[in-house]
């Protein structure tokens, strides 16, 4: 086996535990078995070499108490765990696309601190355990991953297949390997490569601050492997392309002098449509703007920086930095897929809220369900929907050719042209998270009854709020003011403790408490969800917005604020709590442009029904 997975191979048994490990993505078969074989064969010989099998128990991967060597002896014997063992090794992880959290967090804290804390059992014991992983990714989608804390934590991302092991390439053998280990620490890697790898990181990017450390440390391990005591560019290179290069997640923006006019016309003179550029040194010192015409120089005189007629067909020496030429070999290991999809996109992180069940329905770029496509550029994070495009790319073939032909250019054969005004984005359509308000009238004799119906509905929503990611919310209104007795949440004990404490009694400031309703909602509203108002009230305040004592005024102020809560469009529902159904609360249920539920002795399995109901579930 030859090309990138050899290299990988080489570079990771010359420094298993400085580089952290090789996430392989291959299932299992022929080629991930050569590969194994392969990094079996470099490693020196007494390697320890362990395989962890999915869903390891602690025990067996830290250690823990021997109990049978114990009764024999009579005195505690620790068992060493797989990460023990290995020590100075290589462990295999077997689906690591399928491990958990909490086993990905042992491995990572073995890799940073490359000791074993053993603190159970009544046992306290620190074992050595320096090592490198290689993590056997079966993974068939892109859901499909390793956790990305363990993966930030190995060098190396290898898929393999056909291309990359059937490449010319050095193929090497465990005595060089050797060699190589015995030479990596008097390898020196000077400060301008170390800058050109962070340089690189950062322009594809790279936003951890273990790439360039972990890269820096495989160009290290490449220069002892060609025999080197010093880190040279080609060494360089190869770090970027294989630990750089696979972290990408954008494309450095181009520069203005790498920029070529496209709108020049083919009959223009090659000097006219790409003008020379002179050497960096000669233009700041030359004060003249003219490039034809260069100044005139003593030939006796010295010129280190000139370039001679010797070296006149090659590029200046100088003229691209190491930075440019790191991040080029990088650039040039990306895949084509992966660079089409880089420009394109630019992987935009733009945050979408988060689905639920029973929201509004809102548009997003990245997530719901597909409701088609339109034409757009793919910007912001957009996907191409690339069957939209070619089928409208697909008319225009013909003409596109014969213009190409008529301009001179000779279109590659069976290669479809796509233009710009071809692009279609998919558009998603997805189901916002939802709040339900309940606005609780707390005033007069039968308030009880009223708080005891609500909270067994809101018993009831918050009993699979899990399913449906839904949050409930409490307004309380007695006196002269309106109270939030519960903040948006999930949590059925706190909306009881809540409740439990709501005395009842006193006017009925019916106005203020749909005021602070419709705040409540608008602040729910901005956080990207969707509020549900249940008022449970008979209709009747007696309580002005100013907190004066009057019916008259208080039915004006609730008119009023029914009407705004109907101009911001929020969906609602009011229950009547009369013991008859009352016009004064149908007439307030119009104007807010909810529906009305007269529940005079219903119990909180109605009212739940009723939300369910309003809010389409």
Known sequence: MQGEAATVAALFA???????????RAPAGALRADWLALLRGLLPAG???????????????????????????????????????????VLLLAMAERMGAAAATRFCAALDTQTVQLQRDGLAAQHPARLGLVALDEGIGEDEQMPPALRDRMAFSLVLDSANT?????????????AARARLPQVALDDEGLRALCAAALALGIDSLRAPLLAARAARA???????????????????????????????PPSADDAAPEDAPADAPDDAAAPERPPPDTQASSPEPEASEPPPTDIDAPQPDAPTDEDSEEPVAGSETLDERILDAALAALPAGLLASLKISQLSRAKTP?????????????????????????????????????????PW????????????????????????????????RQLGQTTTVFVVDASGSSAMNRLAEAKGAVELLLADCYVRRDSVAMLAFRGKAAELLLPPTRSLARAKRSLAGLPGGGGTPLASAMDAALALAEQIRRKGETPILVLLTDGRGNIA??????????????????????????????????????????????TMGAQYLALPYAGAQAVSKAVRAVSGR
């Open 397 to 428: 073939q013909k003409l596109r050719q014969l213009k190409a032909q008529e301009h001179g250019v000779a279109p590659a054969p069976r290669r479809i042209q796509v233009r710009k005004e071809d692009f279609h984005v998919a558009r998603f």
């Open 14 to 24: 010359v420094d298993p535990v400085g580089l952290g490990g090789v996430a392989v």
């Open 222 to 252: 490449a220069a002892a492997l060609a025999g080197c005591d010093t880190v040279q560019e080609e060494h360089i290179a190869v770090a970027a392309r294989l630990v750089l290069a696979p972290r990408a997640t954008r494309l450095p």
């Open 545 to 590: 917005r100013d907190g004066t004592p009057g019916r008259a005024q208080a039915t004006l102020d609730s008119q009023a604020a029914a009407a705004a809560l109907r101009l911001a469009g929020i969906t609602a529902l009011l229950v009547d709590t009369s013991a008859q159904p009352h016009p004064a609360a149908q007439q307030l249920a119009r």
């Open 354 to 394: 988060s689905a639920g069940s029973a929201g509004a329905a809102q548009h997003s770029a990245l997530r719901g369900r597909p409701i088609g496509a339109r034409k757009g550029e793919p910007r912001a994070g957009q996907r191409l929907n690339v069957l939209e495009t070619l089928r409208a790319a697909a």
């Open 166 to 178: 059937d490449e010319d390439g050095p193929d090497w053998s465990a005595s060089e390997v050797l």
């Open 47 to 89: 390697t320890p070499l362990r395989r962890v099998p999915l869903n390891t128990s602690d025990t067996a991967l830290l250690g823990g108490l021997d109990l049978g060597a114990t009764l024999q002896s009579g005195r505690p014997v620790v068992l060493q765990g797989l990460l023990a063992q290995a020590d100075g090794g």
